[in-house]
């Protein structure tokens, strides 16, 4: 079952494990958890490759390689090349479950692997196998990503079946992240991988106008990732799991893969803005420090400029998208020296290009900010005021309306929307700011 | 693999066909005839059903004999106007054929159960 096989997963580094008395066992759980990250999304998409899509058997080959890793290399040693080594072991059981299984027989005599008898593992990894950037692997890896994100699983199932199988975290991990029990993420896994068998789901990355639509649901997933690790990084729950840094990996090798989609580096682009600016987003006491009170001196000034050259040659393609456009608009305050001293035109124009993408109510009331600091606070509330009905259950609106009226002198308004504010969001963080200004 | 694609269409679909003008409505039945045209390769059986009003259901309880009822089986403005068989590699063709359907409203996509 696919439930046995979830909890099945070799730990990894960071679920805190016990000191081994032994350094050799140590050295093997670092190496085994360095290799894991790379390798598990890697070994699954080749795998799958070779088992013809099928996900389910797939996943159970990578499991079995990496317990088998888990328990010999404390014993033998770790090998030379421990990505090499796993790839080895996973293929050939890979090729078992093909031996084993009827079904498996025409495909068997197709693939390229020799199906004479293993060789023993101490003569090291098979040679020829490791491919660089670029060859098979990596398309394989692509479509394993592109298969979790298909527009027919449920985005919160896409999104559990990427961070499991793609980004290799155990259920347990995934659990953590959207405080849902681990049973519930077993079920969602469970339900994602048989519909993916039962309703015929392809293993395979679309081509044509296709491509563009199905990237956009691949983006919005990593996006999602980032956004619910960001959200909730506020450190008031040290047991969650922040998925920032798993969306990062993720669109950096997506970004890898597919070096000609401006999106892809425009994604890449804004998560690391986003991250290289996270030290100054809280203060001692946990509270969210906006954005015009933060102290920009620690933020990574370093990661902000290599973020904005990616973002510029990714503009020198000449194909916006709302990625780009949003990394563009973070780049700006990112190189701004003071809230005072940033380019809100440049901001505002960049809000209008964005709208015509994204024409939604949250980034019109967030245009109001530049909105303000170009056009004045009366003329910036009497917008987000336009979008009180749309936005009426939204915090930020009241928040917002709140900075505007404050603004304008009118202090008992102010006053009110802060409260509205207060009352329609849970983030503590976000609630320590509003209470604070409350006080 | 082979799909039931489930030409399905609430009220409002309903709605928006009875106000087609008869060019409008010749057209509408020009794409369709089109769309099998095209597909014909990979369609089996196909058929257009008649209106929810004309349904007739029976339905087996716990015990006793079945009860035979006025009406459809899907309660509510949710109705199956027609239905088509295809047999396609994957559900990407399968999602295809759907996208091009001329006849709106919803297409649900069932793959059909296999022994084994």
């Not at chain 1, 797939?58 to 010999?72: G, K, S, T």
């Not at chain 1, 953590?176 to 519909?195: D, N, W």
């Not at chain 2, 106007?81 to 919803?106: I, N, Q, S």
Request: glycine share 8%; with cysteine.
């Amino acid at each position: 079952m696919a439930g046995t096989r979830d909890r099945g997963d070799p730990p990894r580094r960071d679920e805190g494990l016990t000191p081994a008395p032994d350094n050799r066992i140590a050295a093997a759980q670092d190496s085994l958890a360095a290799a894991f990250r790379e390798e598990s999304s890697r070994l699954t998409a080749s795998v799958t490759r070779i088992l013809g899509g099928d996900f389910a058997a797939a996943e159970e080959v990578v499991q079995d390689a990496l317990l088998a890793a888990w328990q010999q290399w404390p014993a033998d040693g770790v090998p030379d090349q421990p990505a090499a080594w796993l790839r080895t072991v996973a293929r050939r059981r890979a090729i078992d479950v093909l031996r084993r299984d009827l079904r498996y027989r025409d495909r068997l005599a197709a693939t390229a692997f020799p199906a004479g008898p293993a060789t023993g593992l101490a003569a090291g990894p098979a040679t020829g196998s490791v491919a660089g950037p670029g060859g098979d692997e990596e398309d394989d890896r692509l479509m394993l990503i592109f298969t979790c994100c298909h527009p027919a699983l449920a985005t919160e199932a896409q999104v559990a079946l990427t961070l499991r199988t793609v980004c290799g975290l155990t259920t347990a991990e995934i659990a953590r992240a959207f405080l849902v029990s681990e049973a519930a993420i077993i079920q969602r896994l469970t339900r994602a991988r048989r519909k993916i068998a039962a309703a015929g789901i392809p293993y395979r990355v679309p081509d044509g106008d296709e491509l563009a639509q199905r990237l956009t649901g691949v983006l919005a997933v990593v996006y999602l990732l980032f956004n619910e690790g960001y959200l909730t990084s506020a450190g008031d729950r040290p047991q969650r799991r922040d998925l920032t840094g798993d969306a990062e990996w993720l669109a950096g090798l997506l970004a890898r893969l597919m070096p000609a989609e401006p999106e892809v580096a425009g994604l890449v682009a804004l998560i690391r803005l986003h991250r290289a600016r996270a030290a100054a987003r809280f203060d001692d006491a946990g509270r969210l420090v906006l954005l015009r009170y933060q102290d920009r001196s620690r933020w990574r000034h370093a990661d902000i400029a290599a973020a904005t050259d990616l973002l510029v040659r990714a503009g020198q393609r000449r194909r916006p998208g709302p990625y780009q456009l949003q990394a563009a608009i973070v780049a700006c305050h990112a190189e701004a020296p003071s809230w005072q001293d940033t380019d809100w035109t440049q901001i505002l124009l960049l809000y209008d290009a964005l709208l015509e993408h994204l024409p939604s109510a949250v980034v019109r009331l967030h245009r109001t900010i530049a909105l303000g600091q170009v056009m004045g606070p009366e003329k910036a509330l009497s917008e987000a005021d336009t979008l009180a009905p749309l936005l009426d259950r939204y915090h930020l609106l009241h928040a917002t309306r709140a900075e505007f009226l404050r603004a304008l002198g009118r202090h008992d308004e102010a006053r009110r929307a802060d409260e509205r504010a207060l009352g329609l969001t849970g983030n503590p963080a976000e609630r320590a700011l509003l209470e604070q200004r409350l006080a | 693999m082979k799909y039931v694609l489930l030409f399905c269409g609430d009220a409002d679909d309903a709605a928006a066909f009875a106000a087609l003008t008869p060019d409008e409505l010749r057209a509408r039945y020009a794409e369709v005839g089109a769309w099998f045209a095209e597909h014909r390769a990979r369609i089996g059986g196909s058929n257009q059903l008649q209106g929810p009003e004309t349904a007739t259901s029976v339905r087996f309880g716990p015990d006793g004999p079945p009860v035979v009822t006025d009406g459809p089986y899907l309660e509510g403005k949710e109705a199956i106007g027609g239905y088509a068989e295809v047999d396609v590699a994957d559900l990407d063709e399968a999602l295809r054929m759907a996208r091009t359907w001329p006849g709106r409203g919803t297409v649900e996509i069932r793959p059909v159960a296999t022994r084994g």
